[in-house]
């Protein structure tokens, strides 16, 4: 909801990228990055906001 996303692709060792457009800032991008847990078998996201300001404020969790 919102079409602020343009684009959604796969790339190197899973790691899906979202491109925004300018309805939050051209460019903007969030990378959510998997990382395997040998021991549970799950995989665990981790995310990181590249491009605006705004998703850095919006998306807290993604900085650390």
């Not at 190197?12 to 457009?21: D, F």
């Amino acid at each position: 909801t919102g079409s602020a996303v343009d684009r959604i692709s796969v790339e190197e060792k899973g790691v899906v990228v979202i491109l925004l457009n300018d309805k939050i800032q051209a460019g903007a991008k969030i990378k959510l990055i998997p990382e395997a847990n040998e021991q549970s078998g799950m995989i665990n996201w981790h995310c990181t906001t590249e491009g605006s300001e705004v998703l850095k404020r919006q998306l807290v969790a993604c900085q650390k």
